[in-house]
């Protein structure tokens, strides 16, 4: 899973998995903040949202699990 980190500058930071991947924030759709959960095509990676919601809301009810 492709989740975008962080912005340095004009770099971005994208996790996946256990390495991290560096692109220019060309590279990445307008629409997207860190957090998010991306897909790629041909280099440029675009926001999915409808997959950064259902992660965020398992990452809660893990949370609530926890510490609930």
């Known amino acids: 899973m492709l989740i975008l980190d962080r912005f340095e500058g004009n770099?971005?930071?994208i996790e996946n998995g256990d390495e991290f991947i560096k692109t220019d924030r060309k590279?990445?759709?307008?629409?997207?903040?860190?957090?998010?959960?991306l897909t790629e095509s041909n280099?440029?990676?675009?926001?999915d949202k409808d997959s950064t919601?259902?992660?965020?809301?398992?990452i809660l009810k893990l949370q609530n699990s926890l510490w609930g």
């Not at 919601?53 to 398992?58: F, L, P, V």
């Open 27 to 37: 590279n990445i759709s307008d629409n997207a903040v860190e957090g998010d959960v």
């Open 43 to 47: 280099g440029f990676y675009t926001a």
């Open 53 to 58: 919601k259902k992660r965020k809301e398992e």
């Open 11 to 13: 770099t971005a930071v």
